[in-house]
């Protein structure tokens, strides 16, 4: 499960594993209406959430995309959200070569070929920026995604040499991002939808604005 240099290549032709990593996330949930009256600084609003699980699958760390697809799919819809209006999704990328191919095909599937949808969608992991911090993992993902809508600002990957050539990118309508760049201009608020899966085949997904 180790990459060999201790690096978490997400989505990329490389990715041999991931580089462990440790830290602590702490974020403030509260009822947007208590926020508001209490004057807090509010990073963003959680429109929707979501768990399921794999079931079984050919081998324990193998996820499954189908799965991952349902739960961003039930997420959207309980939401009320067009996945052609979501312009960042922060994926789980733990940068190996099985993984990172299923978690593509499946935000593929369930937002970059949306109808309607009039540019790639953006996807990241904050796992390549400083490693897999496990336990703290989703919480990282979270808070960028929360930083993501709230600054309207998409940061980059740091290691991306070459894309995999496994996760037919332009076929999904997905891209990874090399430069710091603006949400996508979509004609609606920004939301950043988040992908987290555990190592027992737990999905979580979670869209936030």
């Known amino acids: 499960f180790l990459a060999a240099d201790g690096r978490c290549k997400s989505f990329d032709a490389a990715a041999d594993?991931?580089?462990r990593g440790e830290g602590v996330g702490i974020v403030v949930l509260k009822n947007l209406e208590q926020?508001?009256?209490?004057?807090?600084?509010?990073?963003?609003?959680?429109?929707?959430?979501?768990?399921n699980q794999d079931g079984r699958t050919i081998a324990l760390p193998v996820p499954n995309p189908l799965s991952q697809q349902r739960l961003a799919e039930q997420v959207l819809a309980e939401a009320g959200v067009d996945p052609?209006?979501?312009?960042?999704?922060?994926a789980h990328g733990?940068?190996?070569?099985?993984?990172?191919?299923?978690?593509?095909?499946?935000?593929?599937?369930?937002?970059g070929?949306?109808?309607?949808?009039?540019q790639s969608l953006v996807i990241g992991s904050v796992k390549n920026n400083f490693g897999h911090t496990e336990a703290a993992a989703g919480v990282a993902g979270l808070i960028k995604a929360a930083l993501t809508v709230q600054r309207r600002t998409i940061a980059p990957q740091v290691v991306l040499d070459k894309l995999n050539p496994q996760i037919p990118f332009d076929e999904l309508r997905i891209r990874v991002p090399l430069e710091v760049e603006a949400y996508p201009d979509?004609?609606?608020?920004?939301?950043?939808?988040?992908?987290?899966?555990g190592y027992g085949g737990a999905n979580a997904h979670v869209l936030v604005s």
């Open 17 to 19: 594993g991931y580089g």
């Open 113 to 118: 070929q949306a109808a309607g949808r009039t």
């Open 84 to 90: 052609a209006l979501v312009g960042y999704v922060e």
């Open 186 to 197: 979509l004609g609606a608020p920004a939301y950043a939808a988040v992908n987290s899966f």
């Open 35 to 51: 926020a508001q009256r209490d004057g807090d600084r509010i990073y963003a609003v959680i429109r929707g959430s979501g768990v």
């Open 94 to 111: 733990t940068g190996t070569s099985v993984g990172d191919p299923l978690e593509a095909e499946a935000l593929g599937h369930s937002y």
